[in-house]
Structures are given as C-alpha cells and as structure tokens.
C-alpha cells in the first residue's frame, strides 16, 4: 500500500481547488496578519522580559503567558493551514507534532483566562491578602498546572494512536487535521466531554468572580477607579473566552455555514479560519496589554523602535 493514501480520509476540502491567485492571496493575507500579530505579541513579551516591575507582578506573568501561548497556537495553525497549499498531506509524525501544539495551546487559554480572572478578583475583593496568595512562585505552579490539566486532556489521545495504529501509520503522509489523526471514537467521545467540562467550569468561574466584584462595587456605592476597572477586564475575559470557543464548535459552525451558502465552500473555510483561529489572536493583546498604562507607556517605544531612555 502506497504510504501516501494510507486508511485515512483527507478532509472534503482537498476535493475543491482554488485558482492560483485566490491560494496566493489566501496565504499571503493568513502570513502577513500572522507575522503582524506574532510581531505585537513578541513586542509584548521583550517589553515583559525587560522591567522588572512586570515579572515581579503575577498579573502581568500570567498575560504574558497568555501572549506566548497565542503565539505558539497561532504559528502551529498557520502552519497547518499552509501546509494545505503547499502538499495536501504530510508526514504523520510531523502532523502529530504540530496537532499536539496547536490542542495543548488551544486549551491553555480559557484556563489561563479563568486563573486571570480570579487573581482579578482577589486583588479586588481581598485586597489585603492578595500578596499572600498571589505570589510568584504560586503564579508559576498555575502556569504548570494549566499546562498539565491540558496534558491530561491530549495525552491520552497520542498513547491510543500508538496503542491502536500500526507503526507504519507515523512513516507515512496524511492531510492533517485532529480528527484525522485521533480518529478513534474514545478520542472523539473524550474530547467532547473535556471540552464541556473545561469550558463550563471557565465560565463559572469567570461568572463568579464578576458577581462578586459587581457586588464589592454596589457595596462601595461606586463603580469608579480600581473596581470598576477590574469588573470591566473580567467581562473582557469573557469576550475573549467566547472567542477562543469558536474554535470548540468550529465543526459545527462550518457545516452549517457550508449548508447555508454551498457554492462557497472554499470561501467559507478561509473566513471560519480567518475569525476562528486569526481574530481572537488579535484581539487579545490589544484588550490587555494596551488597557494597561504601564504596560503601554513601555510597549510604545518597543512596537516602533523608537529612540528612547531606558525606563528602570
């Protein structure tokens, strides 16, 4: 058997083609918005990584995770998405790799967005305890814990790939996407279900804690300042989280976009892509890091490489 049509279906989207120029336009826009977002975000981190007054502050670790997390899952999926242009189907092994990335990064950010709201509330609600239970040390043992509760999540769908696939499935190429590749029905039925979890314990969280500083603000007979401040970046996780869900419901959203509008197929695919896996990488630095005065007054110089004092 020929390893390049090994037992796995490529997606409908191989059958359809796009003319040169619409594939050349496609990806030049994906690489180009990609590269600018990745530039932002980059900026953001070297401004992090260069003032201590932001990597001794848990809430500017944690957005700074954030940040590099988007640009991993950002680079995995446009990878992927090239990849599509340039040969239908790669090598299993590299599409494992990269898929591995692009989930574990996936989920990072509405846990992220969840312990970001909570530090938000603490620093709020209790004020005088805030040094105590956000520290940095804590703030780092979360970013591992985010990271291990998604391991627990992909893991199991890398061991049952090796468990039940031959081994020549990992020599051979494949069109590349999750489904594709963790095609057994348990990795299906598990992901559903972490999803429904993760996401419903996020937005309990996120509800929670914007009830409760909502509350701290009526009970202080104000919404000014810090509170109100604080009520807003919560709601402002909660727009970036029904962002980051576009891409749990992305299959469903597709086909029905598919069934409303048939003759655009392709059409469909590139904006679902462009709003699903593109938009929200967008939006998140501008929601947080530009919100943030001290943050702006150092990323300013950096984003335009402007001549400038150091700021200590």
Same mark, same amino acid.
């Given at each position: 058997?020929n390893s390049?049509?090994?037992?796995?279906?490529? @997606?409908s989207?191989?059958?359809y083609?796009?003319?040169? !120029?619409?594939?050349?336009t496609?990806n030049?826009i994906?690489?180009a918005l990609?590269l600018t977002?990745?530039y932002i975000?980059?900026?953001?981190?070297?401004?992090?990584?260069?003032h201590q007054i932001?990597?001794?502050?848990?809430?500017?670790?944690l957005?700074?995770?954030?940040?590099?997390?988007?640009m991993?899952?950002?680079?995995a999926t446009?990878s992927l998405?090239v990849?599509?242009?340039?040969s239908?189907?790669?090598?299993?092994s590299l599409c494992c790799?990269?898929i591995?990335f692009a989930?574990?990064?996936t989920?990072n950010?509405p846990?992220?967005?969840a312990?970001?709201a909570?530090?938000?509330?603490?620093?709020v609600?209790? *004020?005088?305890?805030?040094?105590?239970? %956000?520290?940095?040390?804590?703030?780092y043992?979360l970013?591992?814990c985010?990271?291990?509760?998604?391991a627990? !999540?992909v893991l199991p769908?890398i061991?049952?790939?090796?468990?039940?696939?031959?081994v020549?499935?990992?020599?051979?190429?494949?069109?590349c996407?999750?489904d594709?590749?963790?095609r057994?029905?348990? @990795?299906?039925?598990?992901?559903d279900?972490?999803?429904?979890?993760?996401?419903?314990?996020?937005w309990?969280?996120l509800?929670?804690t914007?009830?409760r500083i909502?509350?701290a603000a009526?009970?202080a007979? !104000?919404v000014?300042g810090?509170?109100k401040?604080a009520?807003?970046?919560?709601?402002?996780?909660?727009?970036?989280l029904?962002? @980051?869900?576009?891409t749990?419901?992305?299959?469903?959203?597709?086909k029905?976009?598919? !069934?409303?509008f048939?003759?655009?197929y392709l059409q469909v695919l590139?904006? %679902?892509?462009?709003i699903?896996?593109?938009?929200p990488r967008f939006?998140?630095?501008?929601l947080?890091?530009?919100?943030?005065?001290?943050f702006?007054?150092?990323?300013?110089k950096?984003?335009?490489c402007?001549k400038?004092?150091?700021? *200590?």
């Open positions: 058997m390049s049509s090994y037992g796995f279906n490529v @997606s989207s191989v059958r083609r796009d003319s040169v !120029s619409t594939a050349v496609n030049v994906v690489l990609g977002i990745n975000n980059g900026t953001l981190i070297h401004t992090f990584r260069k932001f990597y001794m502050n848990p809430r500017y670790i957005f700074t995770h954030l940040v590099l997390n988007d991993i899952q950002l680079t446009i998405f990849s599509t242009y340039v239908y189907r790669i090598n299993a790799f990269i591995t989930v574990f990064t989920l950010t846990l992220n967005l312990v970001m909570v530090e938000c509330y603490i620093a609600c209790l *004020p005088l305890r805030h040094p105590q239970l %956000c520290t940095i040390k804590r703030t043992i970013i591992g985010i990271w291990a509760l998604s627990v !999540s769908d061991f049952l790939v090796l468990a039940t696939e031959p020549r499935l990992f020599y051979s190429t494949i069109f996407e999750r594709n590749l963790f057994h029905k348990i @990795s299906l039925e598990k992901r279900f972490s999803y429904l979890v993760y996401l419903s314990a996020v309990l969280t509800l929670y914007y009830f909502f509350f009526k009970a007979n !104000s000014d810090n509170i401040k009520r807003n970046t919560v709601l402002l996780h909660g727009f970036q029904l962002l @980051s869900m576009l749990f419901v992305a299959p469903l959203l597709k029905a976009l598919v !069934s409303w048939p003759r655009n590139f904006v %679902c892509y462009i699903i896996q593109i938009l939006i998140s630095p501008v947080y890091g530009l919100r943030d005065k001290t702006r007054q150092y990323f300013r950096y984003l335009l402007a400038r004092k150091e700021i *200590p």
